[in-house]
């Protein structure tokens, strides 16, 4: 049984039980809590955020609930915080702080600012630097994510094409809460930007690290989609649709 | 919007998504030398980086010193807090009050978030009493609240801070701005003012120019505002006071199971003794109001030594029912009074002081139910009915009168001494003859009883008289 680390993305031999799932899948964790024992087969399972190997057995760092994915055999531990930890191929809304000769020093909301290499756009060359302005939203991804130093981003995706990445012109930036931002990205769409979009025309790029942007022609309707999706975060899908009705109502 | 952490004193309160902290604690120190009379009130703000990630630990930011200046001045110079009756023995010993305001979450206009917190906290604060005795009349006694209800400062009034944020040119104000209107805004002004309309500090620093109309509008509004704010803050006191009241109510452990049975809520009581001083502001059986009124005039005479032996005997005696366990509460022994004696008049003992002692099983389950609810804050979703629990709680309060009126008549002279001036409901053994009258007064219909049964209960409606055994006691 090999283990390399245990930083996210690492590797680490794992199985228990019959199916070599742990049996907290989907059940709420707090911090000590035991997930895995690296006993039995010699499965090979990634230790994502939030998980910690301890010896021969997972340990759980933050209080939330324990998913897993088959595809990567991957488990990690979803929970809502106000504050960010960054973690690899997290898609975060930063803030321009600082330029530096070979980087942009953006804030992700995380404990140290995120660095942003200069070349890491799709398209640039040193000739051809983009030209980003302190204060300016940008849309990027976290590449690297160590405990020990600072988070590493970039605007392209694995591929190099900009994918969306890059900055954001205009807008309204607010806060939420990590798990409203996780549940703004999921799939199927929450049921407060379905019916948002149905009879409001704008835009948004949600954060993992807590942060939303939101752009539209009319400050309105920038005002309507932030009060609707912060308002949104402990509703039912039902309650959601109720809301964002009444809040258009209200509106017009 | 305010919450009480349950200990005296300590308060949270939530403006928004602001949250806040404060505790109040108190110490006996020498006063200033020039003010020996005096207490001393000081007030301490801890930013940490849990409340925003802005704050660093360490040295308090000019915003934290600001905000604890502005709470101290609205205090202190309006002399809200009274400290001259915090002195103990002048010139020597005074009481220091310490407020400690810390930081939990900041969205948003600290200063007065912080400054509902520390009154909330000082008017739930209650430090020990303590007297001025000993041989050479200069010794403190301080006395723990078991054996002294802890006292309340006096607050003279409660000022309100309400901050004001300016945009524009000065001319356009937010009331209570949140953490974006903050980052934004052109300046600010906080007015601290009492619901008597009295100022009692402004702090406007820095920032936009702002013309004396406009300050006049803003204390206006100010003025509104801290009405109603003080409304809600004495709510919320209130509510604070009703529970820590309810928690004093200590029941039988017996008891409290069959109540728990049919409505399950956990709680940690276990006397069934009940506080003179108990405010029944919120429950009042009619049936013990006239019983309520007559204890009432004691304790104002003689409250604190009739309490310390009141629950010297009820600690002492409830040991014993829970030692014994089970329906067999008394433990004690056959009863010394032989047959003819009527225990009909006995309606109260130390241990079943009927202040708050609902005759009536119904009263008693709602009452129950009403206390948890008030304990609980909601309200309870099931009623009890009362046949469930009027037997056995008949039975096991009938048993606890009985025990208790039995330990106590055998007990020291000094208790029937102190008692006999509550009248009917602590009687002396020869007294019990005349205490007929008294029935009609606490307008309680007593089940009579053949003689011979020891102890009779009391509903008034439509209840059964009921015959007991097991209780001990041979006739």
């Known amino acids: 049984m090999k283990v390399e680390g245990t930083d996210d993305g690492a590797v680490a031999a794992a199985g228990v039980g019959p199916t070599g799932v742990s049996p907290f899948v989907s059940k709420v964790l707090a911090p000590g809590d035991i997930v895995l024992d690296l006993n039995s087969t010699n499965k090979v399972l990634r230790v994502g955020s939030g998980l910690r190997q301890d010896g021969d057995s997972i340990l759980a760092t933050k209080a939330g609930k324990l998913r897993f994915q088959k595809q990567s055999n991957k488990y990690w531990v979803e929970g809502s915080q106000k504050r960010y930890i960054p973690n690899v191929e997290d898609t975060v809304v930063g803030i321009m702080v600082d330029r530096r000769s070979e980087m942009f020093i953006l804030d992700i909301g995380g404990p140290a600012f995120g660095s942003l290499p200069i070349l890491a756009f799709e398209g640039a060359t040193r000739r051809n630097i983009p030209n980003l302005q302190i204060g300016a939203a940008v849309y990027a991804r976290v590449v690297n994510a160590h405990r020990d130093s600072d988070p590493e981003l970039s605007c392209t995706d694995a591929a190099g094409k900009s994918a969306g990445f890059g900055p954001l012109k205009g807008g309204f930036i607010f806060d939420c809460s990590t798990g409203l931002a996780r549940g703004l990205l999921s799939k199927p769409t929450p049921p407060v930007l379905e019916v948002l979009g149905k009879s409001l025309s704008f835009e948004i790029a949600v954060g993992l690290n807590g942060r939303v942007w939101v752009n539209a022609p009319k400050v309105a309707t920038i005002i309507t989609v932030s009060n609707a999706i912060q308002n949104a975060e402990f509703l039912s899908p039902t309650q959601q649709h109720i809301m964002v009705k009444k809040l258009l109502e209200d509106s017009q | ?475």
């Open chain 2, 1 to 475: 919007m305010a919450t009480s952490n349950g200990e005296d004193g300590s308060v949270e309160v939530q403006l928004g998504q602001t949250r806040v902290l404060a505790v109040v604690k108190g110490e006996i120190t020498q006063p200033y030398p020039d003010r020996g009379n005096e207490g001393s009130l000081a007030i301490f703000t801890e930013f940490s980086p849990m409340g925003d990630p802005a704050f660093e630990p360490g040295r308090p930011s000019e915003m934290a010193v600001e905000l604890g200046r502005i709470i101290d001045r609205g205090l202190r110079e309006s002399r809200a807090v009274d400290t001259e009756s915090l002195c103990i023995l002048s010139g020597r010993s005074v009481w220091s009050i310490r407020v400690d305001i810390h930081i939990l979450d900041n969205y948003g206009n600290l200063v007065d978030a912080a400054n509902l917190a520390a009154l909330a906290a000082l008017l739930s604060y209650r430090r020990p009493e303590c007297t001025v005795g000993g041989d050479d009349g200069q010794q403190i006694i301080v006395h723990p609240p078991e054996v002294r209800e802890p006292v309340g400062l006096i607050i003279h009034h409660l000022p309100i801070a309400v901050t004001f944020a300016f945009f524009g040119d000065g001319n356009f104000q937010v009331l209570d701005p949140n953490l974006k209107e903050e980052e934004v805004m052109g300046g600010r002004i906080t007015i601290t003012i009492n619901s008597q309309g009295e100022i009692c500090a402004v702090q406007k620093g820095g920032g936009v120019g702002v013309s004396a109309s406009e300050v006049m509008r803003c204390l206006r509004i100010a003025a509104a505002k801290a009405q109603s704010m003080t409304e809600t803050l004495k709510k919320a006191v209130e509510i604070h006071e009703i529970e820590r009241a309810q928690r004093k109510i200590r029941r039988h452990p017996n008891l409290q199971n069959q109540i728990d049975t049919a409505s399950s809520v956990p709680n940690p009581i276990k006397k069934i003794e009940v506080e003179m001083e108990e405010t029944s502001e919120d429950i009042e059986p009619k049936q013990a109001l006239d019983t309520e009124r007559g204890i009432k005039d004691l304790s104002m005479s003689d409250s604190s030594r009739m309490k310390s032996t009141e629950t010297e005997v009820a600690e002492t005696l409830t040991e014993k029912p829970s030692r014994a366990g089970g329906r067999d509460l008394f433990a004690g022994g056959e009863s010394a009074w032989g047959d003819d004696v009527k225990l009909t008049p006995l309606k109260g003992s130390p241990g079943t002081r009927s202040t708050l002692f609902p005759l009536d099983s119904d009263a008693l389950v709602e009452f129950d139910v009403a206390a948890r609810a008030v304990l609980r804050g909601g309200v309870s979703s099931q009623r009890m009915s009362s046949k469930l629990v009027s037997e056995p709680l008949q039975r096991q309060i009938s048993d606890q009168i009985a025990a208790a009126a039995v330990y106590a008549n055998q007990t020291s002279p000094l208790i029937s001494e102190d008692a006999r001036p509550l009248g009917p409901i602590f009687p002396r053994v020869g007294d019990m003859d005349s205490t007929e009258e008294s029935d009609a007064a606490l307008e309680t219909k007593s089940v009579s009883q053949p003689e011979g049964t020891p102890v009779n209960f009391y509903f008034s409606g439509k209840k059964k008289p009921k015959k007991r055994g097991g209780s001990g006691r041979q006739d």
